[in-house]
């Protein structure tokens, strides 16, 4: 796994999502955990790609994070820096306890293409806007649907 190119990837979605949700990244854990999750299947082809759902300990903050390869990413986490942590931006790091010894683990789900059946439309939305701005050859696995005039809800 190619982490420099990992975080240069992070940090191009990042910045999408900073223009594109108005409270980022305050509520916008599962939006950046999709579409993260999204282009490190289909883009950089990763077969195990895993979406984590979990909340701050002692709390009832949920959050979702990505989990690839033995690494967390983490687009969202310092959301919890007014909880009296200090997070960075983006959060890369193998497996470890000084994540998990924050967060209570609720459950995980192996990414596939297939799961956007069940996927609402604002999250499909901006995983195509961001995909044809950013992958204009296509080599990504193209979603069909319709996401017309969709509200992102912030």
């Not at 950089?44 to 990413?73: D, F």
């Not at 604002?122 to 044809?132: A, G, N, R, T, V």
Request: net charge negative; proline share 2%; charged share 25%.
């Amino acid at each position: 796994m190619d982490i420099n190119k990992l975080k240069e990837e992070c940090e191009k979605i990042l910045k999408y999502l900073k223009d594109k949700c108005k409270e980022f990244p305050n509520g916008c854990c599962a939006y950046s955990s999709h579409l993260l999750a999204y282009v490190l299947k289909n883009v950089y082809k990763y077969e195990c790609v895993l979406i984590i759902s979990g909340c701050l300990k002692n709390s009832n903050y949920s959050h979702k994070w990505v989990w690839v390869n033995g690494y967390i990413v983490d687009l969202t986490i310092s959301q919890f820096n007014n909880k009296g942590y200090n997070f960075p931006e983006i959060y890369i790091n193998e497996c470890c306890d000084e994540y998990n010894n924050k967060f209570d683990y609720l459950g995980g789900i192996l990414y596939s293409t297939s799961e956007f059946n069940n996927e609402n439309k604002p999250i499909k939305s901006i995983i195509k806007e961001y995909c044809d701005l950013n992958y204009t050859d296509n080599n990504y696995i193209a979603i069909n649907f319709d996401t017309k005039n969709q509200d992102l809800g912030d």
